[in-house]
């Protein structure tokens, strides 16, 4: 593991400001491409264009919500077809107790549908950007503080195979970086 | 990036003359000034008008719990419900609150998807808006049932004599529409905070802000690598509210149009709703908007277009409830069902209620058309007082929907008349009372505006922007150079 001295020294990695979002995207396609891949832009919207500046592909996050709403969808027609027609056939105004019931289900179908598909996006947002985290290196360095009011930061850890200390920071500086500053555990 | 490919005629949309589009935070702020302002609200010491309005409305609220603790302990026969009439105004109430909460999501879900970028000023109070009138929505169905006591029949477990409820009854489709629409839109405007609460997280000087910041901002960093599933989940949460916008008041609607009483029993009553009550949801949105915008300083960011844009939806939403009115009356006429024509003739001509149905048409159809002038919809006057109008409008459209209906059905011996008690009275002072104090604690404690989102909107948020206005500016010399 390459990370042995930079965690004796306890350095996590530089934080490198930019003047604005063009600056930003330009100086990420840079590091994508010098081949980075423990990295990140700290912005305070989503860039548009950063995952490509970056190289990430989309997220998989839709394929959890899909599977929430399919269960949700299962979860009401079973509950209202096992209560309702099987376990005590409930007769209202001599309307059928039997598969023609099903479309009496729907509206709360669709409601547990999207109840349940909602909580998955919830949920797996959460799982995806593994929050909450309350405690991270960065928040000991200043200036990363910034980036939730109007800094656009790269961000750059020393765990990254191609890390090398002054080498990246002279990298970020030639890609157009303002402030560099180390950010320790 | 394309910096010699493109052709030489080729211009940014976002300065092309005649096509370019009004600036949606104006002045030119930058984002430490969207910070700085929305911040200050929560930071700074609130003005002297906040508390002159939630002292009383604190004091409404207690009103509230004192008519809530009357009727529970004293039972429902202190209200004016009676038979015929069994549906006063409680469930008036209720789906007036449920109609205001549709603004929200609608601003949130429908204008996200069809790319409003001018929705990013007004959606986050919006949304609170909604969860706060759902909230004083629910209070009446939750009470109406008498029993309160009881009132956890209704959750999907078998009850206390082991019965299971009944999943085809409308009232039951009411309680999982109802609540689905408030935990979505819980979920969807939490999500939308996250950034934000980060934001106060990080400019927090006191160690309790920065401890209730930084929990609920769950540690957020803002990398783009969060940002692509935050990205992804708004999305589909937006996807996913649509559809509820359009069904929650439909099956609130059910609550009626299964029934058999004429006046009730129709077609148009899903539809009807849905644009009602995104009609009084969006009045009630520009009625505390209009205040909060002068108050605080948000000139720049809820712009005269903003309140001119949900002056439009508005004026369209009123005139479709305004066709609405005119069908019932057109079919009520045409279709031959002697129940609905007398029905609606008692409504608007010979019924002890006709007073309620002229109003409503007024406050509803006549009032809002003041929009079609551009000069009613930049005054702001003209705007607030038109607005409140429509809120007054919807309130007695559910009244005329609701009691002057069951006091004239099939039977003429069945006929009789509802009026209000004291204690009905005070319950929905009371209600506005619960609203108003947690829109004003929401003021005080939340950012109003979403930063992040408004901060992604400005001109210079586009990355590719910057190259433009250069290449432009390059073209020009060409230009100027080559004569």
Redesign the interface.
């Known amino acids: 593991m390459s990370t042995s001295s930079s965690q004796t020294n306890g350095l996590f990695g530089y934080v490198a400001q930019f003047a604005?979002?063009?600056d930003?995207?330009h100086a990420?396609e840079e590091v994508r491409d010098a081949g980075f891949t423990r990295w990140?832009?700290?912005?305070?919207?989503?860039?548009?264009?950063?995952?490509h500046a970056?190289g990430?592909k989309?997220?998989w996050?839709?394929v959890v919500?899909l599977a929430g709403g399919i269960a949700g969808a299962f979860t009401a027609l079973a509950?209202?077809f096992f209560?309702?027609v099987m376990?005590?056939p409930?007769v209202?105004q001599d309307?059928p107790t039997n598969l023609f019931?099903i479309p009496?289900?729907f509206?709360?179908t669709?409601?547990?549908t999207?109840?349940l598909?909602?909580?998955a996006?919830?949920f797996?947002?959460?799982i995806?950007?593994m929050?909450?985290?309350?405690?991270?290196p960065?928040f000991n360095s200043p200036l990363f503080?910034?980036?939730?009011?109007?800094a656009f930061l790269l961000?750059i850890e020393a765990r990254d195979a191609k890390f090398k200390a002054e080498q990246t920071r002279s990298f970020l500086s030639e890609i157009g970086a303002g402030d560099i500053e180390e950010v320790k555990f | 990036m394309a910096e010699t490919t493109t052709t030489p005629t080729a211009v940014h949309p976002s300065e092309a003359p005649g096509v370019a589009r009004e600036q949606l935070v104006l002045n030119n702020r930058s984002m430490s000034w969207v910070s700085n302002r929305i911040c200050g609200i929560v930071e700074n010491r609130q003005p002297f008008i906040w508390w002159v309005l939630f002292v009383p409305s604190v004091f409404l609220f207690s009103c509230l719990i004192f008519t809530l603790v009357y009727l529970v302990s004293t039972g429902v026969g202190v209200w004016g419900t009676n038979q015929p009439v069994s549906w006063g105004w409680a469930i008036v109430n209720f789906v007036f609150w449920i109609g205001i909460g549709h603004a929200g999501t609608l601003i949130s879900a429908i204008l996200f998807l069809t790319r409003q970028k001018w929705r990013t000023s007004v959606n986050r109070a919006s949304e609170a808006m909604t969860l706060i009138a759902v909230i004083c929505a629910g209070i009446f169905p939750g009470f109406h049932v008498g029993r309160f006591w009881m009132v956890w029949f209704l959750a999907p477990v078998p009850n206390a004599n082991a019965i299971w409820q009944n999943f085809k009854s409308p009232l039951l489709w009411d309680v999982f529409a109802v609540s689905t629409s408030f935990i979505v839109s819980v979920i969807f405007w939490y999500i939308g905070l996250i950034p934000d609460l980060a934001t106060l997280r990080d400019r927090a000087k006191k160690k309790l802000g920065k401890m209730l910041y930084g929990f609920f901002a769950l540690g957020w960093r803002g990398g783009n690598r969060q940002w692509r599933h935050y990205e992804m989940a708004y999305l589909l949460l937006a996807a996913l509210s649509t559809p509820l916008v359009l069904s929650v008041h439909s099956v609130v609607s059910f609550d009626f149009a299964t029934s058999v009483v004429p006046g009730w029993h129709t077609t148009i009553f899903p539809p009807y709703f849905v644009a009602g009550a995104v009609f009084g949801g969006f009045a009630m949105v520009l009625t505390l908007m209009l205040p909060v915008r002068k108050l605080y300083g948000l000139e720049d960011l809820i712009t005269a277009k903003h309140v001119d844009n949900m002056a439009k939806i508005i004026l369209l939403t009123g005139t479709i409830v305004g066709y609405a009115y005119i069908m019932e009356l057109f079919i009520s006429y045409y279709a031959g069902n002697q129940f609905e024509t007398d029905a609606f003739h008692m409504r608007i001509l010979s019924g002890p209620y006709t007073w309620a149905y002229y109003c409503m048409f007024f406050c509803n159809v006549i009032a809002p058309q003041v929009f079609w002038f551009h000069w009613c919809r930049h005054n702001l006057w003209v705007v607030f007082l038109v607005v409140n109008i429509v809120n007054v409008g919807m309130w007695f459209e559910r009244f005329v929907i609701i009691p002057t209906t069951l006091a004239r059905d099939f039977l003429p011996g069945q006929w009789g008349y509802y009026s209000p008690s004291w204690v009905e009275k005070l319950m929905f002072l009371g209600t506005f009372g619960l609203f108003l104090m947690l829109f004003l604690l929401f003021i005080r404690f939340l950012p109003v505006i979403a930063m992040s989102e408004v901060k992604g909107v400005l001109p210079e948020s586009d990355p590719h922007f910057p190259a433009w206005r250069k290449l432009r500016e390059k073209r020009r010399l060409a230009a100027s150079s080559a004569k």
């Open positions: 604005t979002s063009a930003l995207y990420a990140d832009v700290h912005t305070p919207y989503p860039v548009h264009g950063m995952d970056m990430l989309k997220s996050l839709s919500v509950l209202q209560t309702q376990l005590y409930t209202v309307k019931t009496a289900f509206p709360v669709f409601e547990l999207i109840l598909a909602a909580f996006t919830l797996g947002l959460l995806f950007i929050l909450p985290r309350w405690n991270h960065l503080a910034k980036f939730s009011d109007d961000v």
